[in-house]
């Protein structure tokens, strides 16, 4: 089984700064994309960052100057730090992977984790 644990989410003032977490688990035999997606009510959800084996980050617009992913291979893990942050940046923040287990390739979520940035 394969899990993906969201950690860091919280209430900030905007201009402020939230580090994100998220660690993959279970019989993963490698992992091809891990990133962040956010989901803000009403709203679809919308690519943040993310980050491919081997390939260059790829960010959102609206994020992008202000946020950085980083990820450990060794791991499992995907941060995203967030800052400056801004109102219209609250959202439920998921983890995702595109990863290779015992199971075969698929895509995986996290159950996300809530941010809300006041004004």
């Known amino acids: 089984q394969v899990q993906l644990v969201e950690s860091g989410g919280g209430l900030v003032q905007a201009g402020g700064s939230l580090r994100l977490s998220c660690v993959a688990s279970g019989s993963i035999s490698s992992i091809n994309v891990m990133g962040w997606y956010r989901q803000a009510p009403g709203k679809q959800r919308e690519l943040v960052a993310a980050?491919?084996?081997?390939?260059?980050?790829n960010y959102a617009d609206s994020v992008k100057g202000r946020s950085t992913i980083s990820r450990d291979n060794a791991k499992n893990t995907v941060d995203l730090q967030m800052n400056s942050l801004k109102p219209e940046d609250t959202a439920v923040y998921y983890c995702?992977?595109?990863?290779?287990?015992?199971?075969?390739?698929?895509?995986?979520w996290g159950q996300g984790t809530q941010v809300n940035v006041s004004s």
């Open positions: 980050v491919p084996s081997g390939g260059s980050t």
């Open positions: 995702y992977a595109n990863l290779r287990s015992v199971y075969g390739t698929y895509n995986y």
